[in-house]
Nanobody, 117 residues
Framework: QVQLVESGGGLVQAGGSLRLSCAAS????????MAWYRQAPGKQRELVAS???????HYADSIKGRFTISRDNVKSTVYLQMNSLKPEDTAVYYC???????????WGQGTQVTVSS
């Protein structure tokens, strides 16, 4: 059974930092592409950042230079370091695992990030 468990969300003032973690089980973590998505109230879920199994990264334009995605294959965990947070970063952040072998996507339950102005 695949499980993705996010942690690290919370309330922070604008300009602050948070580090999200997503611990995976039930998958061959090193094979999977990992990503963070977010969904703000009334908006569609959007890709924030992704990292392939070869550690190539991709970032949404809105967060470039402020967020960093990384992965630890030993711990089966993916991280999202978020700096210089803005109120518009407020959303539920979801962890995603995509297997290039099976084309299967798995999702975490989400963690709330709220940035106050």
């Amino acid at each position: 059974q695949v499980q993705l468990v996010e942690s690290g969300g919370g309330l922070v003032q604008a300009g602050g930092s948070l580090r999200l973690s997503c611990a995976a089980s039930g998958i061959i973590f090193s094979v999977n592409y990992m990503a963070w998505y977010r969904q703000a109230p009334g908006k569609q879920r959007e890709l924030v950042a992704s990292v392939t199994n070869r550690v190539a990264t991709h970032y949404a334009d809105s967060i470039k230079g402020r967020f960093t995605i990384s992965r630890d294959n030993v711990k089966s965990t993916v991280y999202l370091q978020m700096n210089s947070l803005k109120p518009e970063d407020t959303a539920v952040y979801y962890c995603n695992a995509h297997s290039p072998w099976t084309n299967r996507d798995s999702w975490g339950q989400g963690t709330q990030v709220t940035v106050s102005s």
